[in-house]
T-cell receptor, first 113, second 110 residues
Framework: DGGITQSPKYLFRKEGQNVTLSCEQN?????MYWYRQDPGQGLRLIYY???????QKGDIAEGYSVSREKKESFPLTVTSAQKNPTAFYLC????????????FGSGTRLTVV | KQEVTQIPAALSVPEGENLVLNCSFT??????LQWFRQDPGKGLTSLLL?????REQTSGRLNASLDKSSGRSTLYIAASQPGDSATYLC?????????FGAGTRLTVKP
Protein backbone atom coordinates (compact mmCIF):
# COMPACT_ATOMS: atom_id res chain seq x y z
CA ASP A 1 0.00 0.00 0.00
CA GLY A 2 1.21 3.50 -0.80
CA GLY A 3 1.67 5.94 2.00
CA ILE A 4 3.95 8.06 4.14
CA THR A 5 6.03 6.65 6.96
CA GLN A 6 7.33 8.81 9.77
CA SER A 7 9.79 7.59 12.36
CA PRO A 8 10.27 7.47 15.21
CA LYS A 9 6.80 7.83 16.72
CA TYR A 10 8.27 9.33 19.90
CA LEU A 11 11.57 11.19 20.26
CA PHE A 12 13.27 12.74 23.25
CA ARG A 13 15.86 15.48 22.91
CA LYS A 14 18.30 16.78 25.46
CA GLU A 15 19.12 20.46 25.64
CA GLY A 16 21.66 21.46 22.99
CA GLN A 17 21.18 18.32 20.92
CA ASN A 18 20.26 18.02 17.26
CA VAL A 19 17.73 15.35 16.31
CA THR A 20 16.50 14.14 12.93
CA LEU A 21 12.97 13.05 12.08
CA SER A 22 12.48 10.70 9.18
CA CYS A 23 9.81 10.94 6.47
CA GLU A 24 9.56 8.47 3.58
CA GLN A 25 6.82 8.21 0.93
CA ASN A 26 6.13 5.69 -1.81
CA UNK A 27 3.32 7.62 -3.49
CA UNK A 28 5.59 9.03 -6.22
CA UNK A 29 4.67 12.53 -5.06
CA UNK A 30 6.93 15.37 -6.10
CA UNK A 31 6.11 17.72 -3.23
CA MET A 32 6.79 17.06 0.45
CA TYR A 33 6.13 19.19 3.53
CA TRP A 34 6.92 19.43 7.23
CA TYR A 35 4.41 20.89 9.65
CA ARG A 36 4.49 21.57 13.35
CA GLN A 37 1.36 21.18 15.47
CA ASP A 38 0.95 22.72 18.92
CA PRO A 39 -2.14 22.25 21.15
CA GLY A 40 -5.05 24.47 20.11
CA GLN A 41 -3.25 25.78 17.03
CA GLY A 42 -3.47 24.99 13.37
CA LEU A 43 -0.62 23.31 11.55
CA ARG A 44 2.28 25.62 10.76
CA LEU A 45 4.55 25.03 7.78
CA ILE A 46 8.26 24.57 8.53
CA TYR A 47 9.76 23.63 5.14
CA TYR A 48 8.59 22.27 1.83
CA UNK A 49 10.19 20.79 -1.25
CA UNK A 50 8.81 20.45 -4.77
CA UNK A 51 11.80 18.77 -6.39
CA UNK A 52 14.89 16.81 -5.42
CA UNK A 53 17.77 18.96 -4.13
CA UNK A 54 15.54 22.00 -3.69
CA UNK A 55 13.46 23.21 -0.74
CA GLN A 56 11.93 26.41 0.59
CA LYS A 57 11.37 27.87 4.03
CA GLY A 58 7.86 27.95 5.40
CA ASP A 59 6.47 30.23 8.09
CA ILE A 60 8.56 28.92 11.01
CA ALA A 61 11.85 27.62 9.53
CA GLU A 62 14.18 29.08 12.15
CA GLY A 63 15.95 26.36 14.13
CA TYR A 64 15.14 23.65 11.58
CA SER A 65 16.93 22.22 8.54
CA VAL A 66 15.96 19.76 5.80
CA SER A 67 17.41 17.90 2.85
CA ARG A 68 15.87 16.31 -0.25
CA GLU A 69 18.44 13.98 -1.76
CA LYS A 70 15.85 11.48 -2.96
CA LYS A 71 12.29 11.97 -4.18
CA GLU A 72 11.02 9.54 -1.56
CA SER A 73 12.73 11.07 1.48
CA PHE A 74 12.51 14.42 3.26
CA PRO A 75 14.20 14.30 6.69
CA LEU A 76 13.82 17.17 9.16
CA THR A 77 16.56 18.11 11.63
CA VAL A 78 15.58 20.02 14.74
CA THR A 79 18.70 21.92 15.75
CA SER A 80 19.78 23.27 19.12
CA ALA A 81 18.84 26.73 17.80
CA GLN A 82 15.15 25.81 18.05
CA LYS A 83 14.29 27.11 21.51
CA ASN A 84 10.89 25.48 21.91
CA PRO A 85 10.99 22.20 19.98
CA THR A 86 8.46 20.23 22.00
CA ALA A 87 5.59 19.60 19.55
CA PHE A 88 3.95 17.10 17.24
CA TYR A 89 5.61 17.02 13.81
CA LEU A 90 3.72 15.97 10.71
CA CYS A 91 5.06 15.18 7.26
CA UNK A 92 2.87 15.37 4.17
CA UNK A 93 3.18 14.90 0.43
CA UNK A 94 1.24 15.84 -2.68
CA UNK A 95 1.42 15.97 -6.42
CA UNK A 96 2.66 19.27 -7.87
CA UNK A 97 -0.23 21.71 -7.75
CA UNK A 98 -1.77 19.53 -4.99
CA UNK A 99 -4.73 18.69 -7.23
CA UNK A 100 -5.40 15.56 -5.23
CA UNK A 101 -4.86 17.13 -1.84
CA UNK A 102 -2.33 16.23 0.79
CA UNK A 103 -1.49 12.84 2.31
CA PHE A 104 -0.10 12.83 5.84
CA GLY A 105 2.11 10.54 7.87
CA SER A 106 1.27 9.43 11.41
CA GLY A 107 3.48 12.03 13.08
CA THR A 108 6.43 12.19 15.49
CA ARG A 109 6.05 13.58 18.98
CA LEU A 110 9.23 15.35 20.08
CA THR A 111 9.82 16.15 23.73
CA VAL A 112 12.71 18.05 25.27
CA VAL A 113 14.00 16.46 28.47
CA LYS B 1 -2.01 35.77 3.64
CA GLN B 2 -4.79 33.20 3.81
CA GLU B 3 -6.42 32.87 7.24
CA VAL B 4 -8.59 29.85 8.05
CA THR B 5 -11.01 29.85 10.98
CA GLN B 6 -13.04 26.98 12.38
CA ILE B 7 -15.97 27.54 14.69
CA PRO B 8 -16.79 26.14 17.17
CA ALA B 9 -13.50 25.01 18.70
CA ALA B 10 -15.30 22.17 20.46
CA LEU B 11 -18.68 20.52 20.06
CA SER B 12 -20.44 17.80 22.07
CA VAL B 13 -23.56 16.08 20.74
CA PRO B 14 -25.61 12.99 21.59
CA GLU B 15 -25.34 9.96 19.36
CA GLY B 16 -27.60 10.01 16.33
CA GLU B 17 -27.66 13.77 15.92
CA ASN B 18 -26.91 15.43 12.58
CA LEU B 19 -24.30 18.17 12.87
CA VAL B 20 -22.47 20.84 10.89
CA LEU B 21 -18.88 21.98 11.27
CA ASN B 22 -17.90 25.35 9.87
CA CYS B 23 -14.80 26.62 8.13
CA SER B 24 -14.20 30.14 6.83
CA PHE B 25 -11.28 31.55 4.87
CA THR B 26 -10.25 35.07 3.90
CA UNK B 27 -8.95 34.68 0.32
CA UNK B 28 -11.37 33.17 -2.19
CA UNK B 29 -8.61 32.48 -4.75
CA UNK B 30 -8.17 28.83 -3.83
CA UNK B 31 -7.39 25.63 -5.74
CA UNK B 32 -9.15 23.28 -3.39
CA LEU B 33 -10.37 22.69 0.15
CA GLN B 34 -9.72 19.54 2.12
CA TRP B 35 -11.35 18.22 5.29
CA PHE B 36 -9.31 15.99 7.58
CA ARG B 37 -9.96 13.93 10.68
CA GLN B 38 -7.35 13.65 13.44
CA ASP B 39 -7.54 11.21 16.32
CA PRO B 40 -5.51 11.99 19.48
CA GLY B 41 -1.80 11.52 18.90
CA LYS B 42 -2.31 10.49 15.27
CA GLY B 43 -1.73 11.94 11.85
CA LEU B 44 -4.37 13.51 9.61
CA THR B 45 -6.74 11.34 7.61
CA SER B 46 -8.27 12.91 4.51
CA LEU B 47 -12.07 12.83 4.49
CA LEU B 48 -13.10 14.92 1.51
CA LEU B 49 -11.40 17.08 -1.11
CA UNK B 50 -13.36 19.74 -2.97
CA UNK B 51 -11.82 21.32 -6.05
CA UNK B 52 -12.40 25.04 -6.59
CA UNK B 53 -14.81 24.31 -9.47
CA UNK B 54 -16.98 22.04 -7.31
CA ARG B 55 -19.73 22.93 -4.86
CA GLU B 56 -19.79 19.80 -2.76
CA GLN B 57 -18.45 16.30 -2.19
CA THR B 58 -20.04 13.35 -0.42
CA SER B 59 -18.65 10.22 1.18
CA GLY B 60 -20.98 8.00 3.15
CA ARG B 61 -22.47 10.01 6.03
CA LEU B 62 -20.24 13.00 5.25
CA ASN B 63 -21.04 15.90 2.96
CA ALA B 64 -18.79 18.91 2.44
CA SER B 65 -19.86 22.08 0.68
CA LEU B 66 -17.82 24.96 -0.68
CA ASP B 67 -18.90 28.55 -1.31
CA LYS B 68 -15.82 30.37 -2.58
CA SER B 69 -17.52 33.73 -2.98
CA SER B 70 -18.41 33.90 0.70
CA GLY B 71 -15.24 32.13 1.85
CA ARG B 72 -17.07 29.31 3.60
CA SER B 73 -17.18 25.55 3.76
CA THR B 74 -19.29 23.24 5.88
CA LEU B 75 -18.86 19.59 6.82
CA TYR B 76 -22.16 17.87 7.48
CA ILE B 77 -22.13 14.63 9.46
CA ALA B 78 -25.35 12.63 9.42
CA ALA B 79 -26.46 10.30 12.19
CA SER B 80 -23.37 10.85 14.32
CA GLN B 81 -21.75 7.92 16.13
CA PRO B 82 -19.32 7.73 19.08
CA GLY B 83 -16.66 6.61 16.59
CA ASP B 84 -16.93 10.02 14.91
CA SER B 85 -15.35 11.61 17.99
CA ALA B 86 -12.14 13.28 16.80
CA THR B 87 -10.76 16.67 15.76
CA TYR B 88 -11.82 17.82 12.31
CA LEU B 89 -9.52 20.16 10.42
CA CYS B 90 -10.23 22.25 7.37
CA UNK B 91 -7.39 23.15 4.99
CA UNK B 92 -7.47 25.57 2.08
CA UNK B 93 -5.03 25.02 -0.77
CA UNK B 94 -3.53 27.30 -3.39
CA UNK B 95 -0.83 25.69 -5.54
CA UNK B 96 1.11 23.70 -2.95
CA UNK B 97 0.41 26.20 -0.19
CA UNK B 98 -2.10 24.63 2.21
CA UNK B 99 -3.39 26.66 5.17
CA PHE B 100 -5.03 24.95 8.11
CA GLY B 101 -7.65 25.91 10.63
CA ALA B 102 -7.13 25.05 14.31
CA GLY B 103 -9.84 22.39 14.12
CA THR B 104 -13.13 21.53 15.81
CA ARG B 105 -12.94 18.87 18.54
CA LEU B 106 -16.07 16.74 18.25
CA THR B 107 -17.36 14.48 21.00
CA VAL B 108 -20.32 12.19 20.27
CA LYS B 109 -21.82 10.82 23.47
CA PRO B 110 -23.42 7.35 23.48
Amino acid sequence: DGGITQSPKYLFRKEGQNVTLSCEQNLNHDAMYWYRQDPGQGLRLIYYSQIVNDFQKGDIAEGYSVSREKKESFPLTVTSAQKNPTAFYLCASSTLGSNYGYTFGSGTRLTVV
Amino acid sequence: KQEVTQIPAALSVPEGENLVLNCSFTDSAIYNLQWFRQDPGKGLTSLLLIQSSQREQTSGRLNASLDKSSGRSTLYIAASQPGDSATYLCAVGNNNDMRFGAGTRLTVKP
